[in-house]
């Protein structure tokens, strides 16, 4: 749980980003159409939820700002009895100012009127430059005068870099549920079964512990699937021999964990698949211990590269010398994505990688990234070993920077070989 002072914590600390005589302006998500009269399940934006803790849609968080002091208002859905039979409880907004740490707060239906009246002698317009909402169109129309429209995106993701104590807690907490769910798919008697039976099995243990969705499509990929990155039909059968990549996180009270393991059908690694997983797991390691406060993400990336290319080297994936072949890109064939990405509210969390100045960010104390190194062979490819063609691997854990180095925060969920056959009978 996330208290309200430290919601009031945030908003004084955005509001004083703002430049004086400004209004800034963040807006709740909108529910979103999935076939006719039928819409996804609704999530709250991550930029308003951070400021505001408020999940209800049609909502906005708006900061006025004069010379020297700064007001809070929150704009909340009217109660009404009939939408509410059929829609759920609404706050109200008696109700939101009690329980929310703002000045005002009126209804939804007085925002454009409140914002003309806020926006009077003020120069500056703060709001989601990259907005879709409908709701934009009015806001551009209403404040087109001021002299200048500022990103306030930016300033909140920002913000959302460094993780308070509370905010670990739910990630973890997300964590622990998802190494259930990875265990139960370890443990779980896949003989003739299909990869979305092994997915419900996986989303059966979120759901089942509390959390609200999965923070990402689970992917499910049995044998040369795992060698489309984002395959998400889940639709094949589990082979016997093959090994399957799953890469699956729920989110608990809106904080994402982003988990891959890559496990064998029949519950034990086949020798090649050994070495390939081995391999990959050392680089892994090795990159895990890299983290500590001041490293920079391209080091850790390029580190990830050398080490997977010698590694790719010694199988005879690839030949040549190391130093040329990653001049010559040839290892991006078999590990063409990142080594990790920032995970918080949302699972790519939309923290910046870059300072204002276009600097790079240093890692710092807080910080809550993945490290995902992965290896993929397709089944057609005939440069390789055969042994290798139709086994993609990654391993992918949550990393917490500390003060001196890190935490793995999903150091329990079972990853190496034997840990893993330890789980099938
Ligand atoms: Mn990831």
């Given at each position: ?79 009404d009895?009939?939408i ?100 139960r ?15 419900a ?81 050392e ?6 211990k ?61 923290a ?21 190194p992965g290896?993929y ?49």
């Amino acid at each position: 749980m996330i208290q309200e002072k430290e919601y009031k914590k945030r908003k004084d600390k955005l509001a004083n980003k703002l430049s004086p005589h400004s209004v800034g302006v963040l807006l709740s998500a909108e529910y979103k159409t999935r076939s006719n009269d039928t819409e996804y399940p609704y999530r709250q934006n991550s930029n308003f939820y951070y400021m505001s803790g408020f999940k209800e849609d049609n909502a906005a968080l708006v900061f006025v700002k004069t010379k020297k002091s700064f007001k809070t208002v929150l704009f909340v859905q009217k109660k009404d009895e009939t939408i509410e039979l059929w829609s759920g409880k609404r706050l109200g907004e008696i109700e939101a100012k009690k329980r929310f740490s703002v000045d005002e707060v009126y209804t939804s239906d007085m925002f454009e009127e409140k914002l003309k009246e806020f926006i009077k002698d003020k120069n500056n317009l703060y709001f989601d430059l990259d907005s879709t909402d409908k709701r934009v169109r009015n806001i551009k129309k209403i404040t087109k005068k001021l002299s200048s429209h500022k990103n306030i995106a930016l300033l909140v993701n920002e913000m959302r870099l460094l993780k308070s104590s509370s905010e670990i807690s739910l990630i973890k907490k997300a964590i622990s549920i998802t190494k259930q769910a990875h265990h139960r798919a370890m443990q779980w008697n896949k003989t003739g079964k299909k990869e979305y039976e092994l997915q419900a099995e996986i989303e059966y243990v979120f759901k089942k512990n509390g959390a609200y969705s999965d923070a990402y499509t689970s992917i499910v990929a049995c044998g040369n699937s795992a060698n489309t990155l984002h395959y998400i039909d889940n639709d094949k059968a589990l082979v016997k021999d093959e090994l399957i990549l799953i890469d699956a996180g729920c989110e608990y009270a809106y904080y994402a964990s982003d988990i891959t393991r890559t496990i064998p059908v029949s519950g034990k690694f086949s020798q090649a698949q050994k070495e390939l997983y081995n391999m990959v797991l050392e680089v892994q390691l090795k990159i895990i211990k890299m983290i500590q406060p001041g490293v920079k993400k391209s080091k850790i990336q390029r580190k990830s590269e050398k080490l997977l290319c010698n590694g790719m080297i010694q199988l005879g994936i690839l030949k040549g010398e190391c130093k040329k072949l990653i001049k010559d890109k040839e290892h991006k064939k078999y590990y063409p994505h990142g080594i990790g990405h920032w995970m918080g509210l949302d699972v790519h969390d939309e923290a910046p990688y870059r300072d204002k100045n276009n600097k790079e960010i240093a890692l710092k104390k807080g910080m809550v990234l993945t490290i995902e190194p992965g290896i993929y062979c397709d089944k057609n490819d005939k440069t390789i070993p055969k042994k290798y063609r139709g086994i993609g691997i990654r391993i992918e854990d949550n990393i917490l920077v500390t003060k001196k180095g890190c935490e793995n925060l999903s150091l329990k969920i079972a990853k190496s070989v034997q840990e893993i056959e330890s789980f099938s009978k």
